[in-house]
């Protein structure tokens, strides 16, 4: 082959090349089903999770079961429907949600873990509470594939760079 059929050849196959490379040009890698939202994938992750938490806790707020199901993934809406309204399901009759916060979304094993602090009144008796929600991709769209007990809210401690606390005094030891 001569220099100038090797020139051409190379010139054709590029511009055969040349569609297929434009096609790719700005997809990001992104599936067709998914719009872009504007986000990088761990911001987009983390308000997600956040508006689907929130929305939870508007529910449990309001007492609206089925906003409340709305939120959680296919697969819990069985475990829901059984235990939700139930002596001490999440909307059961005799409690009340007056007050509930999100404290922290970050990144876990199985997803994005949202915690929540919440009060739960019965009666007159009020207690503050924990919960744990992970909150998964499904497809296009996210939601809660998990709630657990969160930890124990931690008693704030000294400033250590004030005085320590007052000793306490021994409790008398009975000799008998």
Known sequence: MGRSHRGRFTGLALLALLPAALAACGSGGQ????????KAPAEEATAKSRERVQAYLDALTARDAAAGRS??????????????TGPNGDFADHFTVPEATITEVRSGPNGQEVSASITVAAGSRKAARSLLFT??????????????????????????????PPAMAPSPVSSQ
Not at 31 to 38: I, Q, V
Not at 74 to 81: G, I, N, Q, T
Not at 138 to 162: F, H, L, M, Q
Request: glycine fraction near 12%; charge should be negative; charged fraction near 15%.
């Open 31 to 38: 599936s067709g089903d998914t719009p872009p939202s504007g």
């Open 71 to 84: 939120q959680l993934c296919a697969p819990m809406h069985a475990a829901f429907d059984s235990a939700a």
């Open 135 to 164: 909150v998964t991709r499904n497809g296009a769209d996210w939601c809660i594939s998990g709630e657990a007990p969160g930890k124990r809210a931690v008693e704030p401690t000294a400033d250590p760079a004030g005085p320590p």
